[in-house]
């Protein structure tokens, strides 16, 4: 069973608090380190390995320079994030562009950072034509369909999901891009999402091994790279076990050793996006208890929101609560935590059994270090929190601060009604 420990304490917490507001997203900077070296170490056995870090699960420089030091690139897929990359000092091959339906001012700007460019469907090679782009490195997406019925509500089963390409159309790509004369061609997939069991993760490693038999006994390409995407999830609910990162590095490494080195193929790199096993378990939203509501049911209203969390209204994903002083306290009162919008889904726990909760109380939501900020928005004229790191000696420092309905009315600026809204 995982156990859901904080990195700080009540008093520490209260002291941040006290000096920033609520709510804010936290991040622990030794979690984060300490994760990115389990994971190096597990692959260490493919001296290729490298780690591009799915910069959509939380985009902030100061987390990605962070990261930057420690040998990961970025993983991106807009122009935004790839600007954010160029901006920390992460260009060229350091950066994987995996984008879909995707402008060609994006294209350009990859191919201007000499990212590896993926493509994710074969109609692609006609955006590169027109723009006459040809990559020094290009990647090209595989979408199994009912191949691999595997999936989740996350991301859907392969056949339903609208990202990558058939085989068929995949293995035109490759002779395409054999044709142009690339020589540093990779394969890439992100068929499953939050994976907890080892036979789901295995099975889309030896079908991509199998590909790339496949590619080199038709086309004779052999390829520079299998990217294997992000996949890996991470224990949302107490009962949950963690995935082994030592377990899962092992067993890609006997499942290359009996497809790819016997085939001739034993120096093909090995490259992860991961973003929710980087970042999902270092990071929380800190939030105030301010209201509570006896109806129908018992409410508690935290100054949170689905602005600051998605995924509960979303997926209906379960984020663990944890109430500060309150952790050894009988679980015994039946609260749904919820937010101020106005909508019934801004729900961070439904029928949650926790301590009695006060007015004052600090919650902290777990794992939302990954997909928290990230996907937040403004309705409701809603503002978005501070992001702030938790430092290795203990102290905190702001990486976001948090909006103002400055922020909110900035791109009114075609007039000046709202230019001194504070």
Known sequence: MSEKKLPF??????EIAAVYGTPFHLY???????????????????????????????PNPWIMKSLKKLGVGADCSSMAELILAETVGITGEEIVFSSNDTP??????????????????????????????VPKRICFRYNPGPDLARGNAIIGTPQEAKYGMTREQLLKCVAWAKN??????????????????LPGLLGTISMMFDLANEIRDTHGVTVSFIDFGGGIGIPY????????IRMIGDGVRRVYEEV????????????????????????????KAIHEKHTHKEYVGVDACAVNLMRPAMY??????????????PCDHMYDIVGSLCENNDKFAIDRMLPEIEKGDLLVIHDTGAHGFAMGYNYNGKLRSA???LKEDGSAEMIRRAETPKDYFATFDFCNILKDAE
Not at 114 to 125: E, F, K, Q, R
């Open 316 to 329: 209906g994903a379960y984020h663990h609560i944890t109430v500060m002083g309150k952790e050894n306290a």
């Open 9 to 14: 304490s009540e008093e520490l917490v209260r």
């Open 237 to 244: 609910t107490p009962d949950q076990e963690p995935n082994d």
């Open 260 to 287: 790819l080195t016997p085939a001739g193929m034993g120096d093909v790199a090995i490259y992860t996006e991961l973003g929710r096993f980087m970042m999902g378990p270092y990071g929380c939203l800190v939030t």
């Open 28 to 58: 622990d900077e030794k979690g984060i380190s300490d994760n990115v070296k389990r994971l190096q170490k597990a692959f260490s056995w493919s001296s290729d390995f490298h780690e591009y870090f799915a910069v959509k699960a939380t």
């Open 104 to 133: 060609d001012e994006e294209f350009l700007k990859a191919h201007k950072l000499g990212a590896i460019i993926n493509l994710d469907d074969i109609s692609n090679l006609e955006d590169m034509e027109r723009l006459h782009l």
């Open 387 to 389: 992001e702030l790191l």
């Open 180 to 197: 142009k004369g690339i020589g540093y061609i990779g394969i890439h997939t992100m068929v499953i999402s939050a994976e907890l069991e």
